[in-house]
């Protein structure tokens, strides 16, 4: 067994790692939580839910604080004390994990946890080692889920990965993967399947279920797009395939 297994093996002491960033979400984590909760406690296997407050200026916090009063054995906090973005937020959250799987979403309710099992059953089905979901029915305005479409096509025309939704942050990690997971720079995190692909890794993906956001607004504008698209060549270029 290699070193990187062995940590691995310790590192394992629950079955499933719920991870979940949080900047300004108060209004959504008391029925996101209810939801994840309701369908965890289905799989009858030990799992934590883990949220990370990324500097958060409502009251995430407070909330957070008092889910984990409630249930200090399931709900872990890590705090953040400024806002270093979604990237950094979810890295420090996959590296607070101690599950043999985690499971990335956001806060927002626009993922579904009622897909949590469809991820761990495809996982399981053809071992992979990352199983992301597809937001074939993405509910955003025309303009976001149309670039989304336009990024996803040349992501499949430049690179080996065949997979539709490579941004859906609704996702299904082993253990052997997490510390691969390329969360370097603030943005990065909309590249990963393609990162762990570069590496080697097998990438599965399942039709998910996307919602409108019911609660506060997107952390991001528009103006991203020109941004994503030079970080995308920047990817393939270090590993050099552009
Ligand atoms: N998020 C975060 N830090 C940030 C921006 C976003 O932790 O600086 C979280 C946010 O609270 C949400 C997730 O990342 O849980 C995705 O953000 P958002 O829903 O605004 O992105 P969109 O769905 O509009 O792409
Ligand atoms: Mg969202």
């Known amino acids: 067994m290699s070193d990187k297994q062995t940590q691995s093996k310790e590192a394992e002491i629950c079955q499933y790692s719920i991870v979940v960033p949080v900047y300004n979400e108060d209004d959504s984590l008391g029925p996101l939580l209810a939801e994840i909760l309701q369908v965890m406690t289905g799989l009858d296997k030990s799992f934590e839910v883990i949220f990370v407050n990324d500097g958060s200026t409502d009251d995430s916090l407070p909330t957070m604080k008092v889910f984990q009063q409630r249930s200090p054995d399931i709900i872990k906090i890590v705090d953040l004390p400024e806002r270093g ?89 082993r253990r052997r993967c997490i510390a691969d997971v390329p969360l370097h720079w603030e943005g990065q995190h909309r590249f990963i399947p393609l990162g762990l692909s570069l590496q080697g890794y097998k990438i599965g993906e399942v039709v998910s279920n996307h919602r409108y956001r019911q609660y506060g607004q997107s952390k991001y504008t528009h103006g991203r797009i020109f941004r994503v698209m030079t970080d995308f060549f920047k990817v393939l270029e270090t590993k050099g395939k552009a």
């Open 85 to 173: 973005g979604q990237t950094n937020a979810l890295r420090k959250g996959l590296d607070a994990t101690r599950g043999a799987i985690a499971i990335t979403l956001d806060a927002d309710l626009q993922n579904d946890p009622a897909d949590i099992p469809k991820l761990l059953k495809k996982m399981e089905e053809g071992d992979y080692d990352c199983v992301c979901g597809w937001r074939k029915n993405r509910q955003d305005t025309a303009l976001k889920a149309g670039l989304s479409k336009f990024g996803n096509i040349l992501q499949r025309m430049f690179s080996d990965l065949k997979i539709h939704d490579v941004s859906c942050t609704l996702r299904a990690y």
